[in-house]
């Protein structure tokens, strides 16, 4: 199959960027990506740059991947990251277009590429059990209804890929943050912290410039791991509560930007 | 004729980790933050070595070359991760997973490393359930074991088929919270091209910023690589693009001894190669033969569709061959069986190159709901890539390269022969012997970063005796100069082909040649062919763009470059290893019923190489391997 | 119950000191949580002042008496209208602030963003509610104050003023766009308060989706069939 693809170059994070048009021959049983480096090489051949796009496993697993194909995250097939997502999708002929995530949290670095250090500090604020190495008691000492269990496998299952961010109007993160929360605030282990954790990545996610939830569910339209919305509800009725109980007026510090984790 | 030495402390088994434990040396807890650690790679040995070395005091600047520590492949970990926790009540116990692990790697591991690891394990499991790890759970709210490959004991613990990614993402956290904490400072998009040796230890490295191109040189008291393993040398593997040799190529050309290259494993569970434009190829979890059954028609050439092949005219060749281990025999006797069927024309799919691995049985016997629940996502994966859905077609699966037991050689302190350079994970050769068993390598990682490297580097870093460095010292700008060079020579050779099509035909050698049945003439002949490659790669390539920017092709040319020097010490490693052992399998070596013959009078050594220069040929350092407590047999599954 | 220093956190009221609700502002989930609060008030007087429109099909004297009853205490009737006015002020005020946000949190706009599940009325709430709050003004100036009545206006006597009001077309025309807008604002708000305010049950979400997407509409259709019996001579 023949397409025609219409990509986002921009050689780094102070150049304007532009769409530029690129024909390449594909077949059904490539991924996407594969399709891609299919491209690119011939890109290379003709001695011109190769597009540059962020990718690792191409298992779906690493969430590093991911930019949208004619405005839908990861591409029509959902859910799944876009190195899973295969030609068979396509028709010959086809015109698309792919489109860097776009955000102010994320700062394009090349083409595809962009810069999701933001969500690194999001979970640096609070998104952790804090246990000391070595210190934790015997496994089975803590009982964990299954359900409970399931549910926060679910939540966790977030690959930080940040489609739900780039396919958010508002371009707010609340479903990364929303997972994580879910995630531990199900579990015993995670009751300690969970009202400071709340309000620390709750008071990052804002710091950062991520936008807010208006509940419209784009994001979980888009999310290749299939987290639901719910988890936003959930993150929202700890963040009332936690500031309910707050005893202390100023808010915390948040992580800087410019400083680590993205030294 | 060694001149390595293990340090394994003297002392019954059983007491020997304890008892080194209590005499290592210890740093005063206002001293710690004096001292710097660099930990190179995030995935499990890394992640949890950074977070606990950084929670005890030290600084530790950490780094990865992807855009965040989170992605580090040990996430694509799918099935599990053992632990002696005999929750079953099935016999298990710290020894019985010890003796498995020695002898699911063919009686080529150390002992003493074996049993640290299988001590260990349980505490791997209390750390991650309080971390939050949701792991797979009963109804009466404890946690759910799984069986797999190599074990006759439920002993693998599972969260869905995503265990390294909830494992990884525990560790991350415990990372990210000592980022946050400021005792760890964390750097992403950077690759380590260099290792920095001072006096003869390893005080820093040098990395390329790839989001700059910026050459940057960070120094330290101690260097931890934990940087994985070297399995995309094939080009076509199960690991991520990403993933390469690079780190621990530099510190061996520094010195660092290699060990056991030629151990490599090959998965029986991927899913078949589709075409020439294959990327990389995508496992299917080991514990899916749980309740799969592995089978090819009896007929060869018998293209009907699997559906319509009668119960009677299936082999069920596992089953057949090993009735008591069947279709959980280990990995690299199941990958064999494989190849030998398809090498009999009985092999299925595009090319005859895949086995049936069916379903049918499992959900007539649990039901659907059951078999979801085991491998819901898996299925959905499957699918995903294939268009088939596995409840109603049996899967086609194909053996493919997943893990390298080999790397560099470590001291029971997971030290490398360079002072200050330690090596954990995938990256050191440790553990494993010649074969790993399934869900021991999320093990491994975790045993390394969480209780063994922050104790032995702490004493490492107590033991005092080395003079203060910076960035200015002559070896780091050397370094750097070194770094430099080699970047501007890939940029200036302007050539024809591209870093891939060199990647892609190393693969091709190395996998036809140095694969899953290796010979004297195969891997002569991949040792004449290689360096004839590598020579077009240093005359012909092409990288396009510049330095001073983001360049993925930059990237590739740095690793791939090591990658040539690589293969050939793993080809070279497998000439010299007269034997067939584990993931090593050498046709001249093998017994009437094609199972691997090992010949422990005069191969139960560790072979540690020692790099003499591009063009010289590697020495051979020989560590024996002694075992005092197990009685060395043959591996037999059936 | 304090014994020198040992106070318990849990028995403790907790404080509300500005700062915290401050903070609680300042953060978008406690502006959500804020405008579903407002919200909840804003829709329980949409729904009794429905109720009391609907009185109009019983005759003149009942809508009219229901109005004189509501006349009666004034205290009364000032406290709900400030009550009202504050609600409508905090919750535009926080729904303007979120929607100039939008401007910050993706300066670079896609050159095209597909919605897949996402509902006409979920995106268009800041659009809905302008011309909500616009409605508002204008139906105080002319259904209460009268100032902008079309019609000659009558104090505290809504039956005749309804329908010498929508007997000019443009009016009923106005009411009747208006009440879309409420339809929609409904559709969306009423399920999003409790997405907000932290309630999300598998079971139950999902009818809490479509009761708000009936409630709306039934909200929408009962008050436009005011302008359009006035107009078609059903109510005379």
Redesign the interface.
Known sequence: MRLTLEIWRQKNGSDPGRFVTYEVEANEHMSFLEMLDVLNQGLIAKGEEPVAFDNDCREGICGMCGFLIDGQAHGPNHPGTVCQLHMRFFHDGQKLRLEPWRAAAFPIVKDLVVNRSALDRIIAAGGYNSVRTGSAPEANAILINKNDSDQAMEAAACIGCGACVAACPNAAAALFTGAKITQLSLLPQGQPERYIRVINMAGQHESEGFGHCTSIGECQAVCPAGIKIEVIARMNKDFIRASLKRRETTPPATISKSGSPYA | MTDLNSKIPAGPLEKKWDEHKAHLKLVNPANKRKHTVIVVGTGLAGASAAASLGEMGYKVLSFCFQDSPRRAHSIAAQGGINAAKNYQNDGDSVYRLFYDTIKGGDFRAREANVYRLAQVSVNIIDQCVAQGVPFGREYSGTLANRSFGGAQVSRTFYARGQTGQQLLLGAYQALMKQVSAGTVVHHSRREMLELVVVDGRARGIVTRNLVTGKIESHVADAVVLCTGGYGNTFYLSTNAKGCNASAIWRAHRKGAFFANPCYTQIHPTCIPKSGEYQSKLTLMSESLRNDGRVWVPKKKGDHRPPNEIPEDERDYYLERVYPSFGNLAPRDVSSRQAKYACDEGRGVGPGGLGVYLDFGDGIKRLGKKVIDERYGNLFEMYERITGDDPHVVPMRIYPAVHYTMGGLWVDYNLMSSIPGLFVGGEANFSDHGANRLGASALMQGLADGYFVLPFTVSDYLASGGYAKVDTNHAAVKDAEREVQGRLDKFLAINGKNSVDHFHRALGEIMWEDCGMARSKESLTRALEQIPKLQEQFWSDLRVTGAGADLNQELEKAGRVADFFELAQLLCYDALKREESCGGHFRVEHQTPDGEAKRNDAEFAYVAAWEWKGADETPELHKEPLVYENIQLATRSYK | MSVAGTKS?ETEA???????LL??W????????LMSLTGIILSLYVFAHLLGNMQIYVGAEAINGYAHLLHKNLALLWTARVVLLAAVLVHALAGVQ?YL??A????????????????TA??T?IWSGVLIFAFVIYHVLDLTVGVAHAGPYEDVMPYQNVLSGFRFLPAAIAYVVAMVGVGFHLW?GL??L?????????RY?PMVQKGAAIVGTLVALANISVPIAVLTGLLR
């Open positions: 956190i907790p404080q509300a000191s500005p700062g915290a903070a609680f300042n953060n978008p989930i406690g502006k959500k949580a979120l946000n939008k910050n949190t993706r300066p670079v706009q896609y050159a095209e963003r597909v919605n897949i599940i996402s509902t979920s995106r709430m969306h399920y999003s409790f997405q907000s305010l932290g309630m999300s049950h598998p979400t």
